[in-house]
């Protein structure tokens, strides 16, 4: 079995920075997914398993950083320049296997238990 332990959310301004952290038992290729209330859960960015290949969804392209502390098996998540409609709960997963696309959160086998993630106006 394998355990994300996620860390860093919580309360900030619009324009605010925050850094997400997933602690896991083993490197694997990860993805940061969220959901706000009332819609699906979408995929935000994934890096895989060595870390040499990075994915964004388009929405946060430029002001999100996904990178790995490979010493300590850990993703991170670094959040720039929030905005209101960040607002959701983020999960991180990891895919254990082979992955085709890193944006269909069908491909990842464990999830961690989700960080809430409120920015303000």
């Known amino acids: 079995q394998v355990q994300l332990v996620e860390s860093g959310g919580g309360l900030v301004q619009a324009g605010g920075s925050l850094r997400l952290s997933c602690a896991a038992s083993?490197?694997?290729?990860m993805g940061w997914f969220r959901q706000a209330p009332g819609k699906e859960r979408e995929f935000v960015a994934a890096?895989?398993?060595?870390?040499?290949?990075?994915s964004y969804a388009n929405f946060v392209k430029g002001r999100f950083t996904i990178g790995t502390d490979n010493a300590q098996n850990t993703v991170y998540l670094q959040m720039n320049s929030l905005k209101p409609e960040d607002t959701a709960v983020y999960y991180c997963?990891?895919?254990?296997?082979?992955?085709?696309?890193?944006?269909?959160?069908?491909?990842?086998?464990?999830w961690g238990q989700g960080t809430q993630v409120t920015v303000s106006s």
């Open positions: 890096i895989s398993r060595s870390g040499g290949s990075t």
């Open positions: 083993r490197r694997y290729a």
């Open positions: 997963a990891a895919a254990t296997g082979y992955i085709a696309s890193y944006r269909n959160q069908y491909e990842y086998t464990y």
